[in-house]
Each structure stands twice: as structure tokens, then as C-alpha cells.
């Protein structure tokens, strides 16, 4: 996997092509596949919770506030296109890249 095949900076901004899996048992980056990172949230994809609960996941583990995390694509999808403002810090998925 190279940078430009599922995450890539903008800037200072970190962008991340997910694919998002719903209704898991618990919240978890999981492996790329193809030109995107799987990701597992415990929320199910209805009413929004989905999405609510990924950006608020996602806040927690770049260490910023919500609304520093954007869902630019994929809003009613799996495959998500995420913007994720000067992250703080960075988990060891992409750090480890």
C-alpha cells in the first residue's frame, strides 16, 4: 500500500477513504483493502447513527473536537470520504505507514 491508496494529506488535513462496517461488535480500524481502510463501528446504519458515531469515534482517536471530522462523500454509503482537520495525533494505523 502506498500513502495515496486510502489516506493522503491535504495540508494540514488528514483525508481517509473508509470502508465503514456498521452493527460490529465493537469500534475498530481494520485492514486496508484496496484503496480504502476497513473500519468497524457498533452503531447501526439508521437515522444517522452511523455516520454520528463514526465522526464522533473518529474525533476521539485523532484527538480533535467533532467538528473537526467531515464526511465529504458517502453519506448514505459504506465507502466514505472523511476530512479529518490538523489531526492532534495519529493511531497507530497510519503512524505505522
Same mark, same amino acid.
Given at each position: 500500500?502506498?500513502?495515496?491508496?486510502?489516506?493522503?494529506?491535504?495540508?494540514?488535513?488528514?483525508?481517509?477513504?473508509?470502508?465503514?462496517?456498521?452493527?460490529?461488535?465493537?469500534? !475498530?480500524?481494520?485492514?486496508p #483493502? %484496496?484503496? @480504502?481502510? +476497513?473500519?468497524?463501528?457498533? =452503531?447501526?446504519?439508521? /437515522?444517522?447513527?452511523?455516520?454520528?458515531?463514526?465522526?464522533?469515534?473518529?474525533?476521539?482517536?485523532?484527538?480533535?473536537?467533532?467538528?473537526?471530522?467531515?464526511?465529504? !462523500?458517502?453519506?448514505?454509503? #459504506? %465507502?466514505? @470520504?472523511? +476530512?479529518?482537520?490538523?489531526? =492532534?495525533?495519529l493511531? /497507530?494505523?497510519?503512524a505505522?505507514?
Open positions: 500500500m502506498t500513502e495515496a491508496d486510502w489516506y493522503r494529506w491535504d495540508g494540514p488535513d488528514l483525508i481517509l477513504k473508509l470502508k465503514l462496517q456498521p452493527k460490529a461488535s465493537h469500534d !475498530a480500524f481494520g485492514e #483493502q %484496496l484503496d @480504502r481502510l +476497513r473500519v468497524s463501528i457498533t =452503531a447501526p446504519p439508521v /437515522d444517522g447513527k452511523a455516520n454520528a458515531h463514526l465522526v464522533s469515534w473518529l474525533a476521539k482517536q485523532f484527538g480533535v473536537g467533532r467538528s473537526s471530522v467531515l464526511i465529504e !462523500a458517502g453519506l448514505t454509503s #459504506q %465507502l466514505k @470520504r472523511i +476530512r479529518i482537520k490538523v489531526p =492532534a495525533r493511531p /497507530d494505523v497510519i505505522a505507514r
